[in-house]
């Protein structure tokens, strides 16, 4: 069979698994670990180099295109934290996804974290408020900005939020109508106290 001028050209040089190893065997021991690391394709195996700066940006190496999309198509079984549900995740999920749907999500972050602003509903409270870019109390438009009266609660270890009467203030508004808070409370009248209720 005849050949071409691309096979031609290219016909002495060994193929990309073997002139891989051609390449790191000419190089002196301080010239290989410089720049450029020794990996095995997590897909296919195949032994393969890559810049160090680019090694540790990623958990799973892969010697081209092709093998990173077919290692997508692999799923890999993990229960959910609050209900258990098994899910099936790609390699690049498996440590980063926790929870199967947006309610499993919701109760961990109540759980774990207590916090009662991740709701939808409060964001959603907070994004419309924060539409308007007007301070209810002095009417500037200048931020930044403060949401007031926001109630929250939890139910069936899901955060909810009411904004009835929540309201848009500035920042100087706000430091207003708190400093008499701060000026009472037990960090600056008792300190001894405030630290012995602290670590109770």
């Known amino acids: ?6 096979e031609n050209h290219y016909i002495g040089i060994a193929p990309p ?18 720049a450029k690391l020794g ?12 810049y160090a700066c680019w090694a ?10 092709p093998c990173a999309s077919a290692a997508k198509v692999i799923r890999i079984p993990k229960p959910c934290v609050v209900c ?6 790609t390699p690049s999920d498996f440590k ?20 009662q602003r991740s709701s939808p509903e409060y964001m959603s409270i907070v994004k419309r408020l924060k539409a308007t870019a007007v301070c209810s109390t002095c009417n500037t438009t200048n931020g930044p900005w403060v949401v007031q009266g926001i109630k929250t609660w939890i139910e069936d270890k899901l955060a909810y939020a009411d904004g009835g009467d929540a309201r ?11 400093s008499h808070k701060a000026t009472q409370s037990t ?3 008792d300190r001894f106290k405030y630290y012995k209720e602290k670590n109770v």
């Open 56 to 65: 540790k940006r990623h958990t799973h190496h892969y010697c081209g295109r």
């Open 96 to 115: 980063r996804v926790s929870a199967c749907s947006r309610d499993c999500k919701r109760k961990r972050r109540v759980v774990n974290n207590k916090n």
């Open 17 to 34: 698994k073997d002139g891989l190893k051609y390449q790191r065997a000419q190089l002196t021991s301080v010239q290989r670990n410089k």
């Open 84 to 89: 258990g549900t098994e899910m099936l995740l």
């Open 168 to 178: 848009l203030v500035c920042q100087h508004c706000h430091l207003s109508s708190v």
């Open 39 to 50: 990996f095995n394709c997590d897909h296919c195996g195949i032994p393969f180099e890559k």
């Open 187 to 189: 960090y600056i009248t």
């Open 1 to 6: 069979m005849k050949t071409t001028g691309y």
